[in-house]
């Protein structure tokens, strides 16, 4: 379900900003001031079902949308600089993708900002993201992030289905560099 993070962000906390780029790369701010979160995709669909999903649940925090395609600059103009915490789930396997994601992360975020970035390994696609994103991010990747997950992964192990490329999320932490790279960065 397109943008899910970002609403149970919405639900379960009060940020006091968060924009979700992709459909699903959201942000969240650190500081007290008003709330705001936006839930994007590139999809007009997707963003209609996130609107369908948004009247049907009553969240602390009321979640704006809208189409959000990656690297397309008036889309991702009026998030430049303004983003503090940015979510991306399952959005690496586009191979045309990559790179306008990592720009679009790189435009939306403030210097300092950070993506949480939760997709599966993919068939080294993830690991392909990380390496564009290292000229103008940190990059950490962390296996073991959440006690649950990890017991349920240790369950699924056990399942023929199970397939570690394609099925366990792996967390990329990404923190915005204030370097040349980024203060030259377009969309
Ligand atoms: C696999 S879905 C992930 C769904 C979501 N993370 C979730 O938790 O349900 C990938 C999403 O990326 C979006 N997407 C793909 N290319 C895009 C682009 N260039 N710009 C913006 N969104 C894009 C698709 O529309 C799709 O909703």
Redesign the pocket.
């Known amino acids: 379900?397109?943008c899910?993070?970002g609403m149970m962000v919405a639900a379960s906390g009060v940020p006091s900003r968060v924009v979700l780029t992709?459909?699903?790369a959201l942000s969240v701010a650190a500081s007290g001031v008003p709330s705001r979160v936006v839930l994007t995709?590139?999809?007009a669909l997707?963003v209609s079902n996130v609107n369908t999903a948004l009247q049907h649940n009553t969240l602390p925090v009321q979640p704006s949308t809208r189409v959000?395609?990656?690297g397309v600059e008036e889309e991702v103009a009026p998030y430049r600089d303004k983003v503090d915490v940015a979510m991306c789930?399952?959005?690496l396997f586009?191979d045309e993708?990559r790179e306008?994601l990592v720009r679009t992360l790189v435009s939306v975020l403030r210097v300092g900002g950070k993506a949480l970035v939760v997709a599966p390994a993919r068939s080294g696609t993830f690991h392909s993201f990380a390496t564009l994103c290292r000229p103008y991010f940190t990059v950490s990747m962390v296996t073991e992030y959440d006690r649950v997950v990890h017991q349920h992964v240790n369950k699924c192990s056990r399942d023929p289905h199970y397939s570690e490329n394609l099925h366990f999320p792996l967390l990329m932490i990404l923190h915005k560099l204030n370097n040349n790279n980024n203060n030259n960065h377009n969309n």
């Open positions: 379900m397109t899910l993070a992709d459909g699903n995709d590139g999809n997707s959000l395609r990656w789930a399952d959005c586009f993708g306008s």
